[in-house]
């Protein structure tokens, strides 16, 4: 590999020629100390665009001026705005997403329908590594169907030595308990190690078990390039306050395939379930809307959805492929940096850049006090117990000049002298 030249000239030259050097302006950037702080946390919560407040206040001055009239003049339908967007985003038709309350109430929703255990069939496969909100939800699923996670809970683990996972690994678990397995839940990037896994691979070996595969995309909307669809994937849940940009308290969002939106199964359902055009009819009997909506139960939150336009209009004018040939460079160059300038940091996220998105989990000696030190010096990104500090330089909003910055200041904390 060609050393990079470690220089402020050589990161500026690099940002004058980045195709997305100016949707940064697009942002809030956050101040601490009276000085522009370098954010790295997208993968936590994303910053907020430009024209939120517009968007608020307009939802405002409806509820005002209308009050219950505003329902039927603009809320009823107030989510069919945003679905189109997602569909290059998660890899889907509009028709197949609907947006409502959080990730994890979703998740436990989808599963109401899409993990129905039977005495052959009960064993739930995800990640040993998932986000602890995930694994809290998948063992409340299977202790609230009579089953014991010992024994229905099947958690995938890296090889002794290895910080990922291995998509052959994960493979033949899957075929090692395809006669038991009633449900895959994967999420589509892993959080504490960045890892993208090859969802494609993993949902065509569990439809050869006959198992439902569902995918947690809360670090992989808007973060890596997704087809749900095309996968034949037959749900997915993420939430848009991430990688998205739609702010705290964003509703989440659902993928549900279209091959399945005739459903007769299990679900929970509400008036919001029930197709427009007979839910005032004020009938007893559901009416069930033929599609990913008839997953929802409750109206939309209006303020917390309202934000959504501005951000999901950035990644459409900028475009996913756009978006990812950005987050590989950019990340690519922090890679480098580290690799050349830092060889007491070690990177456990994948080097392949097929098999990560923006964010690079590290380690270092001591590494709770180098991110303690990170914070002191007006870095915004995040711990995770019990070694790792994750960075996340996401194209829309950080520039190459921030790698420069936060990894020079890397090296003086690290060597001090």
């Known amino acids: 590999m060609t050393p990079l030249n470690f220089s402020k000239s050589e990161a500026l030259d690099k940002d004058q020629s980045n195709p997305l050097q100016s949707i940064q302006n697009r942002f809030h950037l956050p101040i601490k100390n009276a000085e522009p702080v370098l954010y790295f946390s997208g993968n936590s919560l994303g910053l907020q665009p430009k024209g939120v407040e517009e968007s608020l206040e307009a939802q405002i001055h409806i509820w005002a001026e209308k009050g219950a009239n505003g329902y039927f003049s603009d809320w009823v339908e107030f989510h069919h705005q945003f679905l189109a967007y997602f ?140 087809n749900m669809h095309d996968w034949d994937v037959d749900f997915a849940a993420w939430c848009n306050y991430k990688y998205l940009n739609c702010g705290p308290g964003s509703p989440s969002g659902i993928f549900v395939h279209e091959k399945h939106h005739q459903w007769e199964g299990p679900r929970f359902s509400g008036w919001w379930s029930n197709r427009l055009d007979t839910r005032f009819k004020m009938d007893s009997t559901l009416d069930p809307i033929q599609n990913a909506a008839g997953w929802g139960i409750s109206n939309s939150p209006i303020f917390s959805m309202a934000p959504m336009k501005d951000a999901l209009e950035i990644y459409q004018d900028v475009g996913m492929d756009a978006f990812i040939d950005a987050s590989h460079n950019l990340t690519g160059f922090l890679e480098s940096l580290i690799t050349q300038e ?61 790698v420069y910055a936060l990894v020079q200041i890397l090296k003086n904390i690290l060597n001090p002298n």
């Open 342 to 402: 830092l060889p007491m940091i070690s990177i456990i996220t994948p080097t392949d850049p097929t098999q990560r998105g923006c964010q690079l989990s590290l380690t270092a000696p001591n590494g709770k006090v180098v991110y303690d030190a990170l914070t002191d010096h007006n870095v915004v990104c995040d711990w995770r117990e019990p070694d790792v500090f994750r960075i996340a330089p996401t194209p829309l909003y950080n520039s190459y000049s921030d």
């Open 87 to 226: 569909e290059p985003i998660i890899g889907g038709q509009h028709h197949e997403f609907m947006l409502m309350n959080a990730l994890t109430v979703n998740l436990h929703l989808l599963m109401i329908s899409f993990y129905q255990p039977t005495n052959e069939r009960y064993k739930i496969i995800i990640e040993g590594g998932a986000f602890p909100s995930d694994q809290y939800a998948v063992q409340s699923q299977i202790n609230f169907h009579g089953y014991n996670p010992k024994d229905a809970l099947v958690e995938l683990m890296p090889k002794p030595g290895e910080s990922c996972l291995q998509t052959e690994d994960i493979i033949e678990t899957i075929e090692q308990h395809g006669d038991t397995t009633a449900l895959i839940l994967l999420g589509g990037v892993n959080y504490y190690t960045g890892q993208k896994y090859d969802m494609a691979a993993i949902t065509r070996t569990g439809k050869h078990v006959s198992a439902y595969v569902g995918f947690d995309l809360a670090h992989a909307a808007g973060n890596v390039g997704l």
